[in-house]
Every structure is written in C-alpha cells, then in structure tokens.
C-alpha cells in the first residue's frame, strides 16, 4: 500500500497550519507541536528539512519561528513530502539506473512508472492552501483522479 510517512504528514500538518495564520510573522516548533499533539523536537528536525528545502524560513530570537517561504498556494504537497522523505517509487525498479536481473522479461515496470508519475502529478496539484480550503482544491483533485483512473 502506498502511504505517506508519519514525517510528511507532521511537515504537511505544520504549513498547513502555518498558512491558517498568515498574520503570525512565525510560529515556533513548539506552537505547532503543541497545536497537534506531535512530539515536539521530531517536528524541530522536520522544519529544519523544509526550511533547508526553502520551503519555510526561519527567524531566530524572542518572536522567532518560522514561517512559509512563498505563498500557500505556491507550495505543493509533492515539495513537502520530496523534501522530508526524498523521492518516492511505488516499485523498487523505478529508481534510478541501477539494472534489475528482471529487466529484459519485465512487463510492468513502464505502467508503474506511469502510475508513480500519476500519483506525483496529483500531489504536484494539491497546494498547502488546498489544504486550508478544501473546497477549493476539490475541482483540481477530481481532475487529477480522473487523471489517475483513465491512465
């Protein structure tokens, strides 16, 4: 079954909270750890890695904290989860150049390859502001999975 990592549903939870309070100048990582009951220097480390992504910025000090590097609707859930987890293949062959003893009898390795494209392409549409407004994301989401069930 393919499933996002707990990391990229802290890091995905975190801007989205990030974007809900615009007129914060920046949460800390407590703020957001507090706000969901996540454990509080996991998520430290995982807004580190979307603030090394460029994906957050970070402010040191009293009123320190972070907050989104573009704008909501700018940042796309693939971007949280490539930077948190790095590339995901829904099948070991699709990664990389690295040859498979199966590779000359193999038949499903370019259908995967165009279901892991699919599947990144949805998540490339789903903006972190998707995930503040539901409603708003819902018309490009149902393009996508009609995308995904007639490819």
């Known amino acids: 079954m393919l499933k996002l990592t707990r ?4 890091g995905l939870m975190a801007l989205k909270l990030l974007a809900e309070r615009p007129q914060i100048s920046a949460l800390s990582a407590k703020d957001v750890a507090d ?14 890695q979307l603030t090394k992504a460029g994906l957050l910025r970070s402010h040191a000090g009293m009123n320190g904290g972070y907050q989104l590097a573009r704008d909501a609707r700018q940042i796309s859930a ?8 790095g590339p995901f293949f829904i099948t070991s062959c699709t990664k990389g150049a690295k040859a498979c ?3 000359t009898n193999c038949t499903i390795k370019e259908p995967l390859a165009r279901v892991n494209e699919t599947i990144a392409g949805v998540l490339k549409s789903i903006s972190i502001q998707d995930l503040v407004d539901p409603a708003a994301g819902k018309s490009r989401e149902a393009q996508a999975l009609v995308t995904l069930t007639v490819s």
């Open 7 to 10: 990391k990229a549903d802290y």
């Open 78 to 85: 693939f971007e949280v989860i490539l930077a948190i987890d």
């Open 101 to 103: 003893e199966m590779t």
């Open 35 to 48: 706000a969901y009951g996540i454990p509080a220097q996991l998520l430290a480390k995982i807004l580190q």
